[in-house]
């Protein structure tokens, strides 16, 4: 099984930006989609984007569109979420997950079957 691990999570200002990283110690992330997800108090988990084995971007969230940016770096076996003027709504758990065994983001963000922890974005002055 896939072990994903975030990391980049903390305190940051509104307006402020933050990077996020994933991944996974064992197996490499090259050949799967991988997704962006968070989770804000009390209320569900929401898609935000993801990311094909190809490159192809998808949106799951408009709230972020011109904002926040996912890329990957398959030499580090790492998916990146750049977060630039966080807003205070931005406040959430981000989790990062896997569709494995499957290359295509899906339209529609369900289907992930490997997550990892999850890391604490705080927006606050």
């Known amino acids: 099984q896939p072990h994903l691990v975030e990391s980049g999570g903390g305190l940051v200002q509104p307006g402020g930006s933050l990077g996020l990283s994933c991944t996974d110690s064992r197996f490499s992330l090259e050949q799967n989609a991988v997704g962006w997800f968070r989770q804000a108090p009390g209320k569900e988990r929401e898609g935000v984007l993801c990311?094909?084995?190809?490159?192809?971007?998808?949106n799951y969230l408009d709230s972020v569109k011109d904002r926040f940016t996912i890329s990957r770096d398959s030499a580090k076996n790492t998916v990146y979420l750049q977060m630039n003027n966080l807003q205070p709504e931005d406040e959430a758990i981000y989790y990062c997950?896997?569709?494995?065994?499957?290359?295509?983001?899906?339209?529609?963000?369900?289907?992930?079957?490997?997550w990892g922890q999850g890391t604490q974005v705080t927006v606050s002055s």
């Open positions: 990311i094909s084995s190809d490159g192809d971007v998808t």
């Open positions: 997950a896997t569709n494995i065994p499957f290359s295509r983001c899906p339209s529609s963000p369900v289907g992930f079957r490997l």
